[in-house]
Nanobody, 123 residues
Framework: QVQLVESGGGLVQAGGSLRLSCAASGGTFSRYVMGWFRQAPGKEREFVAGIGWSAISTYADSVKGRFTISRDNAKNTVYLQMNSLKPEDTAVYYC?????????????????WGQGTQVTVSS
């Protein structure tokens, strides 16, 4: 069983930056595909970014060029660096892990989820 704990959310002005962290425990971190999703009020959960075993990353079009996902296998942690934030980035951000290879944008294909961290971007 894998436990995921997110941190780093908060309130930031438009154009600002935040870095989210997700610490994993249980299992072998390096063997998990890791990802970030988000859910805004009244909207469905959406894929943000994912990173595979070989550190190849995939991004949603809405965040390409602004967000960067990375992983530190020695620290069992995945990060999401968010720059040039916009009010539409406001959401609860969730860390997720999956055991099978490949980053996929479909949430139900992911095996483990964190509790989420709130990101609010003011205009």
């Amino acid at each position: 069983q894998v436990q995921l704990v997110e941190s780093g959310g908060g309130l930031v002005q438009a154009g600002g930056s935040l870095r989210l962290s997700c610490a994993a425990s249980g299992g072998t971190f390096s063997r998990y595909v890791m990802g970030w999703f988000r859910q805004a009020p009244g909207k469905e959960r959406e894929f943000v970014a994912g990173i595979g075993w070989s550190a190849i990353s995939t991004y949603a079009d809405s965040v390409k060029g602004r967000f960067t996902i990375s992983r530190d296998n020695a620290k069992n942690t995945v990060y999401l660096q968010m720059n040039s934030l916009k009010p539409e980035d406001t959401a609860v951000y969730y860390c997720a892990a999956k055991t099978r290879a490949g980053v996929v944008p479909t949430g139900r294909m992911w095996d483990y989820w964190g509790q989420g961290t709130q990101v609010t971007v003011s205009s």
